[in-house]
């Protein structure tokens, strides 16, 4: 306040920041607002952006104190790093890296695939964020290995992270790695979503005798699923061109997942009206 009254803002923005690294968490949240108070009077944008996701960072920060297993808390955080280095002319992924590797670390406490669904799409968002924002698609491949790795696939697995493994391959052109890790997923796990997924991608390949040969083997089930899910010919290259894309055309899901969903129905739309009312 001494610095604020003679008019030195820079020194008075240098003794709360030096303060605020120097003091316990628990006893900074007053210095916080007084902090938010003095960027919001004398600081630029800039500064006020900056000091508002400090305080999102502390706050997150306790959540996350009292139980690391928050990972919508931890979601949240990692949307916050991301939001630094998308536009970014010379991007620093060193702290969005560090969020992602606290929060992947905290591995649900027993396997019951409840308490993994969560969990496995943080894995996907840094596989995404590795390939698609910092352009190191060796360092999601190795992310997306260690998360197969940590899966009890014994008690349960996810269809979703083989499938997402074996699109990263064919958009980095290993369309071999992409037939091995599907085929990898059946022999663990023959679910019927990993037979269909197959058996499509081959046809999206144009691989009919491939597609083939998948359902050969596999169950009458299976069989009915392949025919019932195979696209008409003109379908197919347009298909295999949208794998080739980014990863946020394939999956969606996994960059605008929202922890927190509302619970309000979706609105009608032309092809799905709503129902008709008991006469």
């Known amino acids: 306040q001494f610095e604020e009254r003679a008019k030195e803002s820079d020194r008075a923005r240098v003794i709360y920041k030096y303060a605020l690294d120097a003091l316990p968490r628990s006893e900074a949240q007053d210095l916080y607002k007084k902090y938010v108070l ?3 009077q004398r600081g630029d944008r800039s500064g006020i952006e900056d000091v508002i996701s400090s305080k999102k960072r502390f706050q997150y920060e306790e959540v996350l104190k009292k139980d690391p297993y928050m990972y919508d808390t931890w979601y949240d955080y990692v949307r916050l790093e991301e939001s630094f280095v998308i536009d970014a002319v ?8 560090d969020v992602y590797e606290r929060a992947i670390a905290n591995v649900p406490p027993a396997p019951e ?4 669904r969560r969990y496995i799409y943080l894995w996907l968002r840094y596989a995404i964020f590795e390939e698609l924002i910092a352009k190191d698609p060796a360092r999601a491949r ?15 697995t996810f269809a979703k992270l083989w499938v997402h493994s074996a699109h990263m391959e064919i958009r980095q052109g290993d369309l071999g790695g992409a037939r091995r890790l599907l085929g990898n997923a059946i022999g663990r796990c023959p679910k019927d979503k990993l037979f269909k997924e197959y058996v499509q991608l081959e046809l999206q390949l144009g691989e009919c005798s491939a597609a083939g040969s998948s359902t050969t083997p596999t169950c009458s089930g299976t069989q009915r699923i392949a025919r019932a899910g195979s696209p008409s ?13 980014a990863p946020s055309t394939i999956s969606p899901s996994y960059m605008q997942w929202d922890p927190n969903p509302r ?17």
Do not use: G, M, N
Request: aromatic share 6%; net charge positive.
């Open 38 to 40: 003095f960027e919001k």
């Open 90 to 97: 010379e991007p620093d992924f060193a702290a969005t890296r």
């Open 113 to 116: 695939k409840r308490l993994w």
């Open 142 to 156: 190795q992310v997306l290995a260690e998360c197969r790795r940590i899966v009890p696939h014994k008690s349960f």
């Open 233 to 245: 010919r003109s379908s197919r290259r347009p298909s295999a061109r949208l794998i080739a894309r």
């Open 263 to 279: 619970s309000d129905p979706p609105p009608p739309s032309a092809s799905h009206p709503p129902p008709r009312p008991p006469s």
